[in-house]
């Protein structure tokens, strides 16, 4: 008896030691990835590096201004396309539960995301970039829009599925209209969680390769036209690390570097506005 | 002479295929509080509820006949309109969260849209507050949160937020049900206050309570209305053996 009592918490132990080990191996990957690049990136960086245009080959110096500028425009013009349709559709699908039309466009979004990056690229190019009859940076814009509506409008509908309904009764039981009981009482309650959704979006999309390539295209040099191609970081990283120059691949190196520490600040960012903005229920 | 100010007449409503309240007929005397007693599932608070509306907020919920307010059938309004002449407290304390204790007063003002002078927003919240006993308590802290406060001030501050509006009926659903003795206590206490400028209509399981608040009482059994009275009458001379055996507690 008792010792089979000894083996019931021996395979207990052994059972809570495995997870806590996985635990931790699932953080290894991300440290190795961080110290590797911040190892090999970091050096690369200065202010110049940050300012300056890409030169041509053989040159010294050089730098990604143009590709920093292009994804912070081309991020930009996605978010001001996907958070009004995200937010609204996540507001309708939590508001109403139940209805058909929910349920198909809930599943909509589940495939959309889905979708491999890739392939959303390609439809931006049928759709935008063969019409408009040029690459652009509206295009990429649009796909990465496309890329971020089912995170922001699944994060908007969990957060606002899980405030009470005691509030919106509140709100019903003073005479409010729909739209205001939505805008002044469920949104404001739901704020941290939505923005969480969209900042988490943002950084998803910020590293996003595959999407660029067919509509943005890429560019040497600064531009600051939506209409036409236009230079992004992880177009530059591809471009410059798969170049057979020495040079380029420092740049690519510093990119990576860049665009790391810019994921990284975003999410921890996201985490301190979600405590801080989160409402007490 | 009583003027009745609510009027119900043949209210029927339904879940679904799910009949719920039936054949309700009942008239409410202004400047009285009225409780509305029963079993669990016995259609008081969906009964309630049809009074400002707020039933057919639930999908699938409708409802047939009249109910009318000073005359005019509440179910022809709109029910923002309704809902704004006939305010509600619900079972648990549902301050919004996102608002100080002054902004939650004023909420029906300031989330519908509704401008008022600065003065006139500090009078409405000052005179809500005291007729609910609560501004001695919260007068240093109104600019805190309003789940800061304890259960027992939160729902007292709910009533203020429909007091505010200055409605002409108030419901309650099981107002004190989530509330410990003393802060229940002090909600029964108001009920008698609140009497003088508006009329009550209070969803109870609480038998005693009803005894003690209201004026007169209604007993819903099974959807329907099956006894109405004066609640001295009906607590020592009930008509009905139904009401009779579920005040002498064979039934709960």
New interface residues.
Partial sequence: MANHVKYRIGKSRVFQGLTILLAFACVVPLIFILIYILQAGLTKINWQFLTNLPKPVGEKGGGIANALIGSIMIILCASVIAIPFGILCGIYLSENK?SRLAYWSRLCVDILQGVPSIVIGIVAYFWLVKPLGGFSAISGSVALAIMMLPIIIRSTEETLKLL?D??R?????????FH?VVL??IV??GISGIMSGVMLAVARIAGETAPLLFTAFGNPYMSFNMMKPMQSMPLLIFNYATSPYNDWHDLAWGASCILLIWVLALNIFTKVITRKWK??? | MESTIVKSINYNAYFGDNHVVKDVNMDIPRNHVIAVMGPSGCGKTTFLRGI?R?HE?I?GATAKGQIMLNNEDVMEMH??????KI??V?Q?P?????LSIYDNVI??YK???IKLPKAEKDRIVEHSLTRVALWKEVKDSLTK?G?FLSGGQQQRL?IA??VA?EPEVLLFDEPTSALDPISTSTVEELFHELKKNYTLIIVTHNMQQAARVSDRTAFFYMGELVEYDITKNMFTNPKDTRTQNYITGRFS
Avoid: H
């Fill in positions: 139940k009470p005691s509030l009764e509140a709100a019903y039981a003073l005479g409010m209209p205001r002044k009482v404001p309650c409402v007490q229920l | 400002n707020m907020l999908p029910p923002i309109f309704v809902r704004l305010g509600m619900f648990r549902n301050p919004f969260p996102n909420a029906g989330l519908n849209g949160k789940s709910c937020r429909a509006m």
